[in-house]
Nanobody
């Protein structure tokens, strides 16, 4: 089992920045990739960014390219999401997820473990 704990959410004005963190514990040695998804009220959970754990290769949704950056600290078993130039449409609960095997990283169904989520609210 892997436990994921997110932190760093909050309230920010449009154009501002936030950094989310997700600390993993448990059987983390088998992690293939970690990712961030988000879910706004009344909408489905959507992919934001992913990072392959061993290589550090990243993948971002078109809606956040150039504004968000995903990174990881292998020693700390932690993944980060740096969010810049935030927009009101970025408002959502942000979830951290991890997967053990090669998968379609943009699909929520591919992930094995999920955190509890952290709220990000961007005011206009």
């Amino acid at each position: 089992q892997v436990q994921l704990v997110e932190s760093g959410g909050g309230f920010v004005q449009a154009g501002g920045s936030l950094r989310l963190s997700c600390a993993a514990s448990g059987r983390t040695f088998s992690t293939y990739a970690m990712a961030w998804f988000r879910q706004a009220p009344g909408k489905e959970r959507e992919f934001v960014s992913a990072i392959r754990w061993s290589s550090g290769n990243t993948l971002h949704a078109d809606s956040v390219k150039g504004r968000f950056t995903i990174s990881r600290d292998v020693a700390k078993n932690t993944v980060y999401l740096q969010m810049n130039s935030l927009k009101p449409e970025d408002t959502a609960v942000y979830y951290c997820a991890s997967v053990r095997t090669i998968s379609a990283l943009m699909r929520a169904e591919a992930y094995d473990y999920w955190g509890q989520g952290t709220q990000v609210t961007v005011s206009s």
